[in-house]
Each structure stands twice: as C-alpha cells, then as structure tokens.
C-alpha cells in the first residue's frame, strides 16, 4: 500500500472550502462538501497518476486502449478511498469536522455513461488494469444524458432523462487546449497521384471537434492511476459569423448545436434513419477521437509505424467500435502513407475484438446508404476490405463456396446493401473471444462457424471477471471486514485466497457472524425498500432477487409464472409453503420492447394483488425497485439469499450479476448458461439450483415445442396460464396481459417458457426446504462466496494481457501491504 502523508488531504480540504467555494465551512452544503473532499482525493490520484506516466514513459511500454460505447463505473468517492487505503482516515477526519462520510458517498450521483454489462465489465477491467500495475486505458464518450431514468407510473415504465452532471463533476478533468478535428460526410472524388496511381480525395466534408476529458482510475494499493479519456463533441466554429450577421441567429447556431448532439445522449433511438445516422455518427465519434489520440500519444516516442502494433494493442469492446478497422486503416494508408498490405498487416496485429452476444439482433449491421453519407471513405475501405478477403477465401476454398462467402461476407445483399460490423471486425482483428467458455463455443461453432474453419487460431474464450474491490470491498463491508478477519487482506488483491474460507464451513461460531452479516444487509435493504416503494418486507423471509435487464430470453416472465403458482397454492388451496419469500426485482426494459414494459406491469400488477391480501402476504411478498444502476446494484446484491439467473440455455453470453450474488454469499437458482457452467463447477452441484433444459436439449426442442402439451402434463401451470388469461391480476383492463398469454402458448416461443417450468418449480421447492436449515443454508452460502475467486476480473485482465494483448505489469516486486 502506498503511504499517504494525510495532512495534505486535510490542507487540500480546508484550501477548496476558503478559496474555491469562498465560504465558511459551517455554511457549505452536503453537495459543497463532497466536491471538497473529492478534490482532496483528486489531488492524490493526479501525483500518482505523474508517477505512473512516468514509469512507463521510462519503460517505453506497450499499452491496451480499451474502446467501448459504455463505462458504467458508479460513485467514485468511496471507490477511491478504499483503493488508496484512506477511507478509515477519511472518515475520521470528517467526523472532526461534523462530517458523515456515509452521507457524501450517498450525495453523489451515478456518471450517466453506461447501460449494462457491458459498460460495468468495462468499469472492473479498468480497476483490474490499474490494481495489476499495467498499462491500459479506457477511451469512451462524454455523454450528457444516459439511457434513461425509469420511473414507475402506475406500473408501467416511462422513461425520464438521465442527466449526469457532467460538467460540474469533481472527478471529470476537461484537457483544456486539446481537441482533434474530424472530417464527416462529404464525398469521395476518384483521382491518381503523380505516379498515376488511384488516389481517392475525401472532399467537400464537414468538420466537428472532440474535446478530451479524463476520469482518474485508481489502483488498488495507490501504486497506479491510469485514465479513462471519454470525448465530448462540439462544433469546429461556435457559428456561421456571415449567416449571424445577416440575422438569422438560429440557423447561425445550428451547426453547433447539431454538432454538440452526438454527444448528448448514450444511445439515441435507431427506430428512424435520422436516430440510426446519430448512433453511427456516435461510433464513429469515438473510434476517430480515440485512434488519433492513441496515433498522437505513440508519436511522441515513435516515428516508425511499422512496429506500431509492437507498442500499442486496441480491444473492441463488443461492434460499437468497429470502424476501428477502417479508421486505422484510413490513417496508415491516406495520411501515413503506408501501401495497403504492410496498413493492413499492422491493423490486424493491433486489433482485437470480444463478441458479447449470440443475439442476431444485436449483431449490428449498417445500411450502406447511411454508411455512404456519413463517412464515405470508410465505406470505400470496407469494400476493398471486402473484396480482397472474399479473393483470399476462393483462393483457399474455391469456387464452390459461394455459400460460405455470402455468411461470411462484410456486405449482406439485399433489397438494400448492409454493412456487417461483427464480420468487419472479425476480419480485422488478430483475436475474437467470448466472454464464457460456452458463449465462446457457441461463437465458433453457431454464430460465425464459417469464419472459425477459416481462422481457429483466432478463436479464443475470456471468461468475464468482476472487481471485488467495488463487488465485495465496497458494497458489502462487513462481509470484507469478517473476511479479512479470517484470512487477512491480501485476497482484496489476489481473490483465490478466499478458498481459505472452506476450512470454516463447520465452524458454528464463524457461520453465525456470516448470517449476521447477511441479515444486517437484507434489513439495510428492506428499509431501502420501504423508502423507496412503501413497501415493507420481513428481513427473515428469503430474499430471492433478479436483478437484469428485462428481456424475454433472461425470463422475469419464468419467475413471475412461479411466483403466480405460490399465490394460487396459498390462495387457493391454503398452502402453507413454510419458507416465506420476498420476490425482489429490478431492471429496465428498451423504450421501444413493449413486450418486456408489459412484463414490468404484469409484475406491478401481481405485487398490487399480492402485497395487500391478508391470507398471502405473511408467505410471500413482491416488490419492484426502479431505476436500477451500479448504486442499487450495491444496494441489492449484498442482502440475496437467492440469485436468478435462469436465461434459456445458450442465450446468456456469460452475465457477470451472477458472478457478483455468489462472491457476496447468495446461492444461484439457474439454468447451465453462461457463466453459470463455470460457476457451477468452482461451487458445487450441493451449493446451486441448477435447473432445466441444457443448450443441446434447447435446440432439439425448438422445432418440436408444442406449449400445450405441457400444460396438459402438468395441472399447477395449467392454473397458472388460465389465471393469467382470466384477466385475475388486470381487472380494471381487461386483455391487458392476453399479448403474454399468447406469447408463452405459442410454438414459437423462442425462450421456451414451459419447457423449463416444472424444473424451476422444483428447484424453487427444495430451496423453500433447505432454507428451513440455517447452519446448512449458510455454510451452502459461505462455499460460494469462498469458490468464486476464479471470477475476478484480475484473472480475466491477466489472460488478456499475456494471450492477447503482450502487456505486464510494471511494478514486478508488488508490495501489496
């Protein structure tokens, strides 16, 4: 741990207070206060951040940029303070001051630059880098608004902005006098250059600028603080002088603020062509600002680009990033110089790309027409791309292999041309991995099968990993603090060591303060509960959460068809099911996936039902927490007893929610999916639910499925579908729900509802039995938080930088304490 001379921080406290702010602090807000301490905090990370320059500019160091479209890091005050081993410090202070620390982490608010898990694996892989000493860097965009903020409306999602104050961010360092132009639209006029030569010119462009910022990483240990750069854009000119004076301000403007939107907000609507040239020109944003900033920063030490991949690796964080490709290749080849074959060799050496999805929808493709318009040059590249990979795959496949060229083609014919990122990107790269060791089978032998006889020694599997420094440290304390108290700190920075745990699995004494430490949680969360939705829920009851995305293949729709089988069993038929339950849920549903916000009601309207009927309300509760981020994340996850990850078997890439319910002591109720296989391996068959139908069984049954079969097989879901066809949970709208309805009693339903019904029904049984047994409920609990070292993402960033990206740490001799 690096050593801090803590009465700097205080100087640096008092300093903002007196000069920044320019008042007492007796009269500074919550809000004053916690930009003060963040400054303190900043003040640290910016001297270590030199040193950390220093020491690979001294090295001459290969370095990662990491691009992706999301970084869901959370708060940063705490982060930063347990990282470089001062929150206790800190908090001490405060208290002095009449401060509560707890009460400044609370004050701030979530950066709006990520949706998913794929911004949070983003976030951990940072935290990885830097805890591990190495040389990589996040580049991303600036966004003023993220997805949305979801509100619930009388059980039905609506969509609210997500404002991030961004620019009055204590952590958000603007690079004052750094700016890159970027050339966009126009168009491309044939030419040759003095040796006659083919010499397309770009003409007749506009230009935008990016303007970088910086958010500090820090390291675990203090050692290393590296950076995540995200891009703001503006216009190349505040506006037209000659249009202004001719009395037209806002058509003066216009450019500017038509400029400055494509930074606005994460992901814009793509249901119209002016929303799908706003994403590209979003993608592209970040691919050109990120590729000259990595081209300028290897310029100050290089001059040579033939040995640019030895220095620099850049990894594609799912297709968002693939004009990388052509970017790269537009600069080597029109502005370095470089003949197509040698640009094209030190691309391939420098890209590499993760898929993140066996979704063909989420597989992107661009129309050619707004390719074209946008940014002509690169579709001119990707063609030629194109063309000479389709002559290299006749070459080795002959003629005959028309069918395989048209799958693997970067063009997809059709009524209008479109542009496959996933392909361009996999042509372009020297790796493609998965993120789970199905997920990356599935890859090579369902998604792009034809691309992995052509290249296996691209194929790859990195299994995802999560930080415990956030995922364990920070959002559960006292489960750190009882943990370091068995084993000592070091499994903060190496967490294999947790499997010291296993040798207090009989140990009455150690079990009990382990179930203390959960109940504190779950009753820290029911009075979050009753804060936030008015709800109140028994701490004693299980607590079984599913907390994701809402999307028809994760299956809220399977948990909701149980939770209606246990309100009919008590209702009903006077069951008593013995281990009451508290059904916990939180996730947003897409704007435009109407299927997925009526599910949010059918669970509003099942609470609704539920909660206030006496006779079932003592057994089981339902409870939907909205607007689900990294702070709620942190919120739910310690306080779980049961984890739902129950997607149909071969849809899940990997999911790392799972990952992060097990490290904190939940017991996972899931289908062999993901990472859930991986999982299931370190814990043992005896610590999870595992259920259902496996991914060979789910592709046997697909063409066969006939729902109705199963209900006549199985009288408690036939009750369950006729409840929810008669209108029992939407009464005051009757056919509410009758779209579900519909959905699960079709043949094609892709997620194989029914399929797996009786199995979960049973596995939720014997959870409801072994619950009844505290000592071996938690000692199922204590063996998954101490099996799931495997899953930090220090592993994962360790295979990255030794298979893929050639880089190491540059502390060798890692004095951790």
Request: hydrophobic share 40%; glycine share 6%; with cysteine.
């Amino acid at each position: 741990m690096a050593y801090f001379d803590f009465t700097s921080f205080e100087v640096s406290f008092h300093q903002y207070v007196k000069y920044v702010l320019g008042k007492p602090l007796a009269e500074t807000t919550k809000k004053d206060q916690l930009n003060a301490v963040s400054y303190a905090v900043g003040k640290y990370l910016m001297d270590i951040n030199f040193d950390t320059q220093e020491r690979y500019a001294k090295n001459d160091v290969k370095k990662v940029y990491y691009l992706s479209m999301e970084f869901l890091i959370g708060r940063l005050l705490s982060n930063n303070l347990l990282n470089l081993g001062i929150f206790d410090a800190c908090a001490r202070f405060l208290k002095k001051q009449g401060i509560d620390l707890e009460e400044l982490v609370e004050e701030e608010q979530d950066p709006a630059l990520g949706n998913g898990g794929l911004g949070r694996l983003a976030a951990c892989f940072l935290d990885s880098l830097a805890s591990l000493d190495m040389p990589g860097f996040g580049y991303g965009i600036n966004y003023d608004y993220g997805l949305f903020r979801q509100v619930i409306i009388n059980g039905h999602q609506r969509e609210k902005p997500d404002y991030w104050p961004n620019r009055s961010s204590p952590w958000l360092i603007r690079r004052s006098g750094e700016q890159y132009m970027l050339p966009i639209y126009g168009k491309i006029e044939d030419t040759l250059d003095r040796n006659g030569e083919y010499n397309p010119m770009w003409t007749n462009w506009k230009l935008f600028m990016g303007r970088p910022h910086d958010i500090l990483v820090s390291g675990h240990g203090g050692r290393t603080v590296n950076r995540l750069r995200l891009f703001s854009a503006a216009a190349s000119e505040d506006f037209d002088i000659n249009i202004f004076n001719d009395g037209d301000y806002l058509k003066a403007v216009r450019r500017k603020i038509t400029s400055e939107s494509v930074t606005k907000i994460l992901y814009p609507s793509d249901s119209k062509d002016v929303g799908k040239e706003l994403r590209l020109v979003q993608e592209y944003f970040l691919v050109a600002c990120a590729i000259r900033d990595i081209i300028r920063n290897y310029e100050t030490r290089h001059k040579n680009y033939e040995t640019f991949y030895e220095r620099v690796a850049i990894q594609l964080n799912d297709t968002h990033p693939s004009l990388a490709v052509a970017e790269l290749m537009r600069i080597l080849v029109d502005e370095k110089g470089l003949e197509w074959e040698k640009a094209w060799g030190i691309t391939v050496k420098t890209l590499a790309f993760t898929n993140h999805t066996l979704l063909p929808e989420a597989l992107e493709t661009w129309p050619v027409s707004i390719l074209g318009k946008v940014v002509p040059r690169h579709l001119q590249i990707i063609f030629e791309i194109n063309q000479r990979f389709i002559a290299s795959v006749k070459e080795k496949f002959g003629e005959g292999s028309d069918d395989m060229i048209a799958r693997m083609s970067i063009i997809q014919e059709g009524e209008e041309q479109q542009v496959r990122m996933a392909n361009l990107a996999i042509i372009g790269s020297h790796s493609v991995n998965g993120v789970a060791r199905v997920h990356s089978d599935l890859v090579k032998t369902r998604l792009v099968p034809e691309f992995y006889s052509l290249w296996p020694e691209k194929f790859n599997n990195k299994t995802n990993g999560v930080t415990p420094r956030r995922w364990v440290v920070a959002c559960n304390p006292e489960l750190a603090k009882l943990i370091t108290d068995a084993i000592g700190r070091r499994w903060i920075a190496d967490l294999d060591l947790v499997w010291e745990l296993e040798a207090f699995q009989n140990d009455p004494g150690f079990l009990d303060r382990f179930r203390a430490v959960k109940q504190t949680n779950k009753k820290a969360l029911a009075d979050y509960i009753k804060d936030t939705v008015f709800e109140t829920v028994d701490p004693g009851s299980i607590f079984d959460i599913q907390a994701k995305r809402i999307h028809e293949y994760k299956r809220q729709l399977l948990n909701v068809l149980h939770i209606i089988h246990l309100y009919l069993s008590i209702k009903d038929n006077n069951k008593d099911i013995k281990s009451p339950r508290t059904f916990i849920f939180a996730g947003k549903a897409a704007p435009g996936y109407h299927t997925a916000k009526l599910i949010i009601k059918l669970i509003h309207n099942l609470a609704a039902v539920v909660n206030k009927d006496p006779q079932v309300n003592q057994q089981i509760k339902i409870v939907f927490l909205p607007d689900y981020r990294v702070t709620l994340a942190e919120r739910l996850i310690p306080a779980a007893d049961v984890s739902e990850q129950i997607s149909t078997a071969g849809m899940e890439a990997s999911g790392t929610g799972n990952m992060k319910f097990a490290m904190n002591g939940a017991l996972t109720i899931g289908t062999m999916d993901g990472a859930n296989i991986e999982i299931y391996e370190q814990v043992g068959k005896d610590n999870m639910y595992i259920f259902g139908l496996g991914v060979e069984e789910v592709e046997a049954l697909r063409p066969h499925y006939l729902p109705r079969e199963y209900l006549e097989k199985d009288d408690r879901l036939k009750q369950v579908i006729y409840a929810l066809r008669s209108d029992r949970f939407s009464q005051s709208e009757p056919g509410l729900f009758r779209p579900l309805y519909n959905l699960l009693m079709s043949p094609t339903d892709h997620y194989l509802h029914f399929g797996d019904f009786g199995a979960y029904t049973a596995a939720q049984e014997a959870i409801g039995k072994d619950f009844l047994e505290p000592a071996r409920w938690s000692a199922k609990a204590l063996m998954n938080t101490a099996r799931t070292g495997t899953f930090s993402s220090d592993r994962t960033i360790k295979a990255y930088a030794s298979e893929i990206w050639g880089i190491q740490s540059q502390i060798q001799e890692q004095d951790l304490w």
